[in-house]
Structures are given as C-alpha cells and as structure tokens.
C-alpha cells in the first residue's frame, strides 16, 4: 500500500469519526438544548460538543491506524522457505 493511500486512509477514517462524533451529540442533545419552561443548557455546547467530537475523531484515527496495519499486513510478503 503506497504512502498516498495509507494518508488517505488516515483522513477519511478521521472525518468519519468526526461525522460519527457529530451525529452521536446530536442524538445526546436533542431535548437538552431548550428545556421545558427553562433557560438552554449551555454545558450542551461547553462539554459534550468538544467532548464527542474529540472521542469520534480519536475513535476515527484509531480505525485509521488499524486499517491501514491490517492491509499492509495483509499485503506483506511472505517470508522465503530457507
């Protein structure tokens, strides 16, 4: 596997996981936002936004790095009967 393909690899992997970071916090702060009859809940936006998007894009990386080990593993040349 070339070096542009293990790069690209990596970076889709991590947009991924950052997409997933922004889906799952939006599923966490759906109702959170505007309570009933309250004020909105700015600890939504101050925690668990920098929180679930810096998880997913670790998570994202993470999968990018064992992706790339796996294929490359995969790849390898056996070694020779000697």
Do not use: K, Y
């Amino acid at each position: 596997m070339g070096q542009r393909t293990q790069a690209a690899v990596g970076c889709l992997s991590t947009l991924a996981g950052l997409g997933a970071g922004i889906a799952v916090w939006n599923v966490r702060a759906d109702g959170r936002i505007h309570r009933f009859e309250q004020g909105p809940d700015w600890r939504v936006f101050a925690v668990d936004l920098p929180l679930c998007l810096a998880g997913g894009t670790l998570a994202g990386a993470l999968a990018g790095v064992l992706l790339t080990r796996l294929l490359t593993a995969r790849h390898a040349d056996p070694p020779g009967r000697g």
